[in-house]
């Protein structure tokens, strides 16, 4: 199918809208890279210039959290538009980072890649725009704590961190046909990440923990958000085949 482009902001990708389950251990797990990208466990930290590579994307597994209520995130879907899905109470998912970090001696360059789970992928934390800082806010600590225990992430309210939109050759293409694998092309500025959602493994899921975090983000702000960081500055570039 001929990929279609949509604006970034489209890709603002959670909304919490009310307590979430605790972190569990991980499940479902990259499976397989293509191009630049190369499987990695969690570093000690993905912080600016703490994990550089000019040449290569690193993909590799976060936390998954069992559902402690409802959770919308934006997917993109077959006929290349992107959309809200809601995921109820109780459904398990897993985080995954893409992370591109190039080095001073080479800071602007783009490289391709892909990444296959064992399990489809069912939303995208692309951007850290400012006042909802979605990547920020998925982190350790966050109101949804997607990222790994132990590694460090940032710089906090770094809006360069995601996809800008401001750079319109960053791209991720999706399809239907192969749900589990997620393309892309990263670096132009240096420093790009995406979190990526994914169902988790049935055969690792364990009961759910109940922990409280912090209150929630309404569908309207996040939309109101994006809509004047839209009307800002022209938008990226989400392909979806």
Wanted: with cysteine; glycine share 10%; proline share 7%.
């Amino acid at each position: 199918m001929r990929a279609r482009h949509i604006a970034a902001v489209a890709g603002l990708a959670i909304v919490v809208t009310g307590i979430v389950g605790g972190a569990q251990p991980a499940s479902a797990a990259v499976t397989a890279t293509t191009g630049s990208a190369q499987i990695v466990s969690a570093p000690a930290s993905v912080a600016r210039n703490a994990f550089e590579s000019s040449t290569l994307i690193r993909v590799f597994d976060e936390s998954s959290i069992t559902l402690g209520a409802d959770l919308t995130v934006w997917m993109p879907n077959a006929t290349g538009t992107m959309t809200q899905t809601t995921y109820a109470k109780r459904v398990c998912i897993q985080s995954h980072m893409v992370h591109m970090d190039a080095t001073a001696a080479a800071p602007t360059v783009s490289l391709l890649g892909g990444a296959t789970f064992s399990q489809p992928i069912v939303g995208l934390i692309p951007l850290n725009i400012p006042i909802l800082r979605p990547l920020d806010n998925t982190d350790p600590g966050g109101i949804v704590p997607f990222g790994k225990v132990g590694t460090t992430y940032g710089p906090a309210g770094n809006s360069g961190r995601g996809f800008e939109p401001i750079v319109t050759s960053d791209l991720l293409t999706w399809s239907a046909a192969t749900p589990s694998t997620l393309g892309f092309r990263l670096g132009v500025d240096g420093f790009d990440e995406v979190r990526v959602l994914t169902l988790c493994d049935p055969a690792a899921l364990v009961p759910e923990m109940p922990l409280a975090v912090g209150a929630p983000l309404s569908v309207a702000a996040v939309l109101g958000a994006a809509m004047w960081w839209r009307r800002r500055r022209p938008g990226a570039n989400i392909a979806v085949g």
